[in-house]
């Protein structure tokens, strides 16, 4: 920024304003006229107070004039954790909720899936997700894709020009009765997983990273499952799948696999329980198999929306969070309906809300613990918070610049005049945002410091 700089690393961009965001001891912090300086690696280099802009700048050598100073309705929030969404479903959200989860899969899913053979059709769904995702403000996104290794290759390729943070997962199930043209043997799943992991880590993307992903149990055999929990194991990968969503599915695999616990010990047992895996859903957990995620470090994305949606059940999100087991928000597109995690933030306190009118004296969620939830919960459950999720010194810049009033936007801020001054603050505040707001609010999206919404237009 300047040739005078004093400090060891050079800053790039200087921020003045509201910071908004969640730390582990304070659920939500509102960090008012702050300056917040980042380094030409999109690390967070400091946090000062607006006041201290003529020291500060003489300490990190920026000009006080290049500050980017936040309007009176603006606040930057740290970037939002999709830690479970299907990108290769995006081409049909909003449609298709009319069965419960074992049919609609059967129905629906695995013959969109088997479409992305074809990588033309893969690229332009899988650029519109990016795109769609980043626009409403996910910086990190854990995704699923198909059994394609090229397509899923596709998928980190496209994430990796958008600058979106992403796990990618090339999907492995080696049984399906029902479109046998969309599955694997054991050994394709597996050769094919090691290609995928070998090909993406070979690309060296810096903000993009593969993920082991046995669909669930009900698509893989045991053998498929061993070489997965080998392979994570061998390579230090993390891990996604899903567990528990209906009860449907948590007899069935019961029934398939009656030598073991429990559903979470048949992952357990095929080392694909660690501190690296996020499992979806979770809705039917026992409280022992909660034990076990605790153990093990692994963590449940909440997907409220795919919950509802195909009436799978309620994650009870307070019981998964007293067990202290770590929790994120996922959409689950497409039986979620919704790319946006403010719609998962929403879908989040309507659940928790209507296990409260179950129970009054259940402990519903705040805003304050699903902002959370959203952000730093989310870097957390994907194992990625030593780089995201909160407005720490030394994280990555992984940020919304949200402005609430924009023009022409979903929230009109109504002074009440005379009334309870309160409410005007809230209204200044990020929930209005959360509750109302849209991708219209979200002014820009910055992944590791680089401003990544607006898109920029290559012609
Ligand atoms: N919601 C959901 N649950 C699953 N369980 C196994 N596969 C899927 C999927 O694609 N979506
Ligand atoms: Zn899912």
């Known amino acids: 920024m300047t040739s005078s700089n004093k400090s060891a690393v050079d800053i790039a961009h200087v921020y003045r304003g509201t910071f908004v965001h969640s730390t582990d001891h304070t659920v939500v912090e509102i960090l008012e006229d702050r300056l917040l300086g980042v380094d030409t690696e999109g690390k967070i280099a400091f ?3 607006g006041q201290e802009v003529g020291s500060l700048s003489q300490k990190w ?32 959200a909003g449609t298709a909720l009319d069965l419960p989860l074992l049919q609609w899969l ?38 699923f894709a198909t059994i394609h290794t090229d397509a899923s290759l596709l998928l980190g390729q496209i994430a990796n020009d958008f600058g979106q943070r992403a796990l990618v997962g090339k999907v492995c199930m ?21 290609r995928f992991i070998s090909e ?69 047992k095929h080392n694909l329980l660690t501190d690296k895996t996020v499992m979806a859903h979770g809705c039917h957990l026992t409280d022992e198999e909660l034990k076990l995620f605790r153990e093990k ?39 979620g309906y919704s790319p946006s995690m403010l719609d998962a933030v929403r879908r989040t306190l309507d659940t928790s809300k209507a296990l409260t009118i179950q129970d009054p004296q259940y402990q519903t969620l705040t805003f304050e613990e699903v902002f959370r939830l959203a952000t730093l919960g989310g870097s957390q459950a994907l194992s990625l ?54 991708d219209r609010n979200i002014a820009e999206v910055y992944v590791a410091g680089k401003r990544v919404v607006p898109f920029v237009e290559t012609t």
Request: include cysteine; charge should be negative.
């Open 47 to 49: 946090i000062g107070s």
């Open 61 to 92: 050598g920026f000009e006080a004039l290049a500050v980017t100073q936040l309007g009176q309705y603006e606040f930057f929030m740290p970037g939002m954790v999709d830690t479970h969404i299907h990108a290769s479903q995006y081409s049909y």
């Open 106 to 143: 059967n129905t629906y899913t695995f013959p969109v899936e088997a479409c992305y053979k074809d990588l033309a059709f893969a690229r332009n769904v899988y650029t519109h997700v990016v795109k769609r995702t980043l626009r409403n403000g996910t910086t990190t996104a854990c995704y």
């Open 174 to 194: 080696d049984t399906n009765n029902f479109v046998p043209h969309y599955r694997e043997t054991p050994d394709e799943s597996h050769d094919e997983t090691n």
């Open 200 to 268: 993406m880590l070979k690309k060296k993307y810096p903000l993009v990273m593969p993920v082991v992903t046995p669909r669930f149990a009900l698509s893989c055999s045991a053998a498929l499952l061993g070489h997965l929990g080998e392979i994570a194991k061998n390579n230090h990968l993390h891990i996604q799948s899903h567990i528990s969503e209906t009860k449907e599915e948590v007899k069935l695999v019961k029934e398939l696999f009656p030598d073991y616990d429990s559903y979470t010990d048949v992952y357990h």
């Open 297 to 335: 470090g692994a963590s449940v994305a909440h997907c409220p929306n795919s919950n509802i949606s195909l009436c799978s059940g309620m994650l009870d999100a307070r019981r998964v969070l007293n067990h202290k087991v770590k929790l994120g928000l996922g959409t689950d597109v497409a039986g």
């Open 385 to 438: 918070d030593e780089h995201t999720g909160n407005f720490q010194v030394g994280k990555d810049f992984d940020a919304l610049r949200v402005n609430t009033a924009i023009a022409g936007g979903p929230i009109d801020l109504i002074n009440h005049g005379e009334g309870p001054k309160v409410l005007f603050s809230l209204l200044c505040s990020p929930f209005p945002f959360l509750l109302s707001g849209d």
